[in-house]
């Protein structure tokens, strides 16, 4: 959705939200942190330096990024919830966080649906199967052929145990019957570093990390 619109949104439930729990003044009166629950460089970190500025400009304080990775995305999102709910700690939701965290890992201390106040939704982000270009996979049907020639021997990365992508992946390698191996990383950008260095082989990633790989031929969609 245009970033004009996203932040006029935001403005309006922040702002809304504060008038009706906690703030006798205008919100907001001291700077506002923005959690990301991943490393810099990825889509979520990529999507809250979009809109932290503007929000910055448009409410004259300054909404602050600050990247808490580890575990999928949940020090982070914990971290937002050991704040104070008083509107100055607000954090990147993700299909991780959110929905795949909290049914496949038993150490979740929260639940989605009873201890966020969703302000707005600021991305949609397709997934894009990437290799690199040494696996000689032109398409997904030969990917398939060699994963099966090779039971585990193709090595495919991920932001992190239990988030999408990492879903995504053993989702794919069970519907086309392959076994992949697994390494999670603390977020999508430093799993795309090793693909495009050739350390693993394949992976599902978002156009927005995979983008400049592709054009430049260093990945092969």
Known sequence: MPVARTIAKLCAVLSALCAANVCAQSYPQKPVRIIVPYVAGGDTDIGARIVAPKLTEALGQQFIVENRPGAGSLIGTEAMLRSPADGYTLAMGTISSLAVLPVTKSNVSYDPRKDFAPIALLTRVPYVLVVHPTLPARN??????????????LVYGSPGIATGIHLASEYFALNVGVKFTHIPYKGGAQSMV???????????????TAGQHLASGRLRA
Do not use: C, H, Y
């Not at 049907?141 to 585990?152: C, D, F, Y």
């Not at 090793?194 to 927005?208: K, P, Q, V, Y």
């Open 140 to 153: 997904v049907k030969e990917l398939v052929q060699i994963a099966k020639q090779r039971p585990g021997a």
């Open 194 to 208: 090793d693909l495009a260095a050739g350390n693993i082989a394949l992976m599902f990633s978002t156009f927005s």
